[in-house]
């Protein structure tokens, strides 16, 4: 009975779609300013741009096949086309060789989205020439129906079996709507309008089914479904309701189809005895449609699964922000040791967060924003050199490629290690890393109305926007997470009187401040006159807190950081692809681990937690030292 509600819902949907009758599109709480509004400074535009300096600027060079591969144009794939090389073992390729083929747009189109976004924020002049070229040589590979993808005239939008077609538009199109919101090129913005056009067109709304691919492995296609990426960022900037009322048919559509990654069916969220089991990047990625389509209908059912969907991903998420991908999550719940996460898992996660936190507007998702990325996505670089883990681990005990040395049947595990590119499993993680902190800082600060402007993300940036139509700039001159005192530097010629919301963060203890504020829903809201030059100065106060995981493991934290005892190691090299670029392994010169006990003493001193804990090995206490997680790479962290 349950099985017939549940298809009924999705059928009813449907058809309200189909005939244009769903008006009932829910209020978003914030508006997005346009991409380059907020810029990075401080410390985040110093890694910023030691990230261009480094694999994030020059990943063109390290794998230069898969991101020079003319796969939207001249090298368009047709029904003869081969399986790629793309310089990967294939071990434990469990999923097929048909993926291949489209691989290179994911990698390519990843890279230019976050090398695009950097450039801009950075405003680096070479950077943004490159990016010209680039998207001219887009632009002219547009067909002249609209079609810009990776298909030719006889495979577009015919397919029964796994292919790339709308996951490969995702890809490109985000990036090109970033330098869009940019530049105001009025010809990206016509070129993408009748791209996105030639999509609805070709799959139209009940006589098509996007993602009907027969019954075996469909990653490719699955992937896809965050073509409402694309389709949300255009109803932003147009407030066209056609691009959400897509959306909306897209997701369904998703739901009532065969799905090799199904977390996010709607069956499957309203069936209570369901468990996360799919590949994990998908799963999180998955939470960005689900947010649209129930934002563009109000649908109690809808609502309901959000709920449902978001509860789920939490017990799959370590305390730093970690979501299990390594690489399925196989009904597993979060684990310190035994449970990791692929970096591409933590982009995913975190965009779908911040778009829900646009949405809905709760400051509890944006807690969860800054914890994956100032823990679990800082704790997955290399504090020392420009490369990421494909994998990692809350305890990371060892870096040699395996999970804390488990040996995986039938597979030669090389994830759990530092490389520039990883091109041995995937080149997906590392153009990915390039994205994570420009999407960051984009959904920093919001506005509520057309007076009101809302620090939702704490962080070094500047932000350049229009209030009552007049120019205002606010710089937050802060070492956060580092440090918790911040200075707003406004910038306000016209006078004009803004209300400036700022996020009190739920480990603050005390506010420090000369303003008169109100506190509204964990957000302190100051509403005075502004003037031609002014500043507000805040700080929030805390302490040590422990904190248990679902396995009763502690953690300390301090503030918006969690800190962890450093292993020692010593480096070895790998593959080396240029001068300064190599892969890496960790090999710890101890094995000590340490038990949490009551009497830990624990004091925050100097950016370090110090405290007592019991050696493993020796049973003895001993004083240990806990720096932040995001600057360890063999750690413990649980206790």
């Not at 609805?200 to 709304?205: A, E, F, S, V």
């Not at 039938?410 to 999407?439: E, F, L």
């Not at 440090?483 to 603050?508: D, G, L, M, Y």
Request: aromatic share 12%.
């Amino acid at each position: 009975m349950r099985n017939i509600h549940k298809t009924l819902l999705i059928f009813t949907l449907f058809t309200l779609t189909l005939h244009g009758q769903n008006q009932n599109k829910v209020a978003e709480k914030y508006q997005i300013l346009p991409f380059g509004s907020i810029k990075p400074t401080g410390w985040l535009k110093t890694q910023m741009q030691k990230d261009v300096d480094g694999f994030v600027g020059n990943l063109d060079k390290l794998v230069p096949d898969l991101i020079n591969d003319p796969i939207y144009s001249t090298g368009r794939l047709h029904k003869n086309s081969t399986v790629k090389d793309l310089g990967n073992n294939k071990e434990g390729d469990a999923e097929g060789s048909e993926q291949y083929k489209w691989w290179n747009s994911e990698t390519q189109s990843n890279w230019w989205d976050g090398y695009i976004r950097n450039v801009i924020l950075l405003n680096d002049k070479a950077g943004l020439k490159k990016v010209e070229q680039y998207v001219q040589k887009v632009l002219k590979s547009q067909d002249e129906d609209g079609y810009i993808g990776i298909y030719d005239k006889e495979l577009r939008y015919n397919f029964n079996s796994e292919n790339g077609e709308l996951w490969s538009k995702a890809t490109m199109y985000r990036g090109l709507l970033a330098y869009y919101e940019y530049s105001k090129d009025k010809k990206v913005w016509n070129a993408l309008v009748k791209a996105v056009d030639n999509v609805m067109i070709n799959y139209p709304i009940g006589k098509s089914s996007p993602f009907e691919s027969g019954k075996a492995f469909n990653g490719g296609v699955s992937h896809g479904l965050t073509f409402t990426d694309v389709l949300d960022k255009m109803y932003q900037i147009t407030g066209n309701i056609k691009y959400a009322d897509y959306a909306l048919f897209l997701f369904l559509d998703f739901s009532k189809t065969y799905q090799s990654e199904k977390d996010v069916q709607l069956n499957n969220i309203l069936n209570p005895n369901y468990k996360l089991q799919s590949h994990g990047v998908h799963t999180y990625e998955h939470l960005r449609p689900l947010i649209v389509a129930a934002y563009a209908s109000n649908n109690s059912e809808l609502q309901k699964a959000l709920e449902i969907y978001i509860r789920r991903i939490e017990q799959a998420t370590t305390l730093t922000g970690g979501a299990i991908g390594d690489e399925w999550i196989a009904e597993r719940t979060a684990d310190a040791t035994h449970t990791g996460y692929e970096y591409c898992s933590l982009h995913e996660l975190l965009d779908s967060y911040t778009v829900l936190l646009q949405k809905q507007g709760n400051p509890k998702t944006a807690e969860i924003i800054e914890t994956i990325f100032y823990n679990a996505a800082q704790g997955s670089r290399n504090p020392n050199h420009s490369c990421i883990a494909y994998l990692k681990t809350d305890n990371s005990f060892e870096m040699m490629g395996t999970k804390n040395g488990e040996v995986e049947p039938n597979r030669n595990q090389t994830r759990y290690k530092y490389s520039p590119a990883h091109q041995d499993v995937a080149v997906c993680c590392n153009p990915n890393a390039g994205r994570i902190t420009p999407y960051f800082i984009e959904k920093s600060w919001l506005k509520e109305n057309e007076n009101m402007l809302v620090n939702v993300l704490l962080m070094p940036n500047s932000v350049e926007t229009k209030i009552q139509n007049q120019f205002i700039k606010i710089e937050t001159i802060t070492e956060y997470p580092y440090e918790n005192t911040f200075t707003f530097k406004i910038s306000n010629p016209n006078f004009v009187q803004p209300i400036i919301k700022i996020r009190k963060p739920a480990w603050a203890s005390k506010v420090i401040t000369n303003e008169s504020y109100v506190l509204e829903n964990d957000f302190i809201v100051i509403d005075r006159k502004f003037g031609n030059e002014d500043k507000i100065q805040i700080e929030f106060k805390t302490e040590i807190q422990i904190k248990e995981d679902a396995n009763q493991e502690k953690y300390f934290s301090y503030g918006a950081l969690f800190y962890a005892k450093p292993i020692e190691a010593i480096e070895q090299r790998g593959k080396s692809y240029f001068t300064h670029f190599d892969d890496l392994t960790y090999k710890p010169i101890n094995i000590n681990r340490f038990e949490f006990i009551e009497d830990n003493q624990a004091t925050f001193n100097n950016g370090q937690i110090i405290l007592k804990a019991k050696n493993k090995t020796t049973n003895q206490l001993e004083n240990i030292t806990l720096i932040p997680f995001g600057k360890t790479i063999l750690r413990q962290v649980s206790f």
